[in-house]
């Protein structure tokens, strides 16, 4: 069973940082590509950072580019985003996501394993 077990969220102030940390069960997870989403209250799914399978190649949202990073342990199956000059528009609930295929986009339907997703709070 496929299982992607979020951590590393908390309530931080603006300028801050976190690193998240996403651990999958994932046979499969070396050759996956992953991503981050988030979801502030009230506001549809936002993708966030998406990495490929060996971690060669990152995509960003003009929102995040230079202030977060996405990395990958393969010999780990653990996902990693740092996120740095945070600020209060961060806020929201992140998500970890796996593609079945090596190259993920920016689209939440090329991932089909979801966590259950962190709380993240960005304080003025």
């Known amino acids: 069973q496929v299982q992607l077990v979020e951590s590393g969220g908390g309530l931080v102030q603006a300028g801050g940082s976190l690193r998240l940390s996403c651990a999958a069960s994932i046979r499969t997870f070396s050759s996956s590509a992953m991503g981050w989403f988030r979801q502030a209250p009230g506001k549809e799914r936002e993708f966030v950072a998406a990495i490929s399978w060996s971690g060669g190649r990152t995509y960003y949202p003009d929102s995040v580019k230079c202030r977060f990073t996405i990395s990958r342990d393969n010999a780990k199956n653990t996902v990693y985003l740092q996120m740095n000059s945070l600020k209060p528009a961060d806020t929201a609930v992140y998500y970890c996501?796996?593609?079945?295929?090596?190259?993920?986009?920016?689209?939440?339907?090329?991932?089909?394993?979801w966590g259950q997703g962190t709380q993240v709070t960005i304080s003025s």
């Open positions: 996501a796996a593609s079945k295929t090596s190259y993920g986009g920016s689209s939440s339907f090329e991932y089909d394993y």
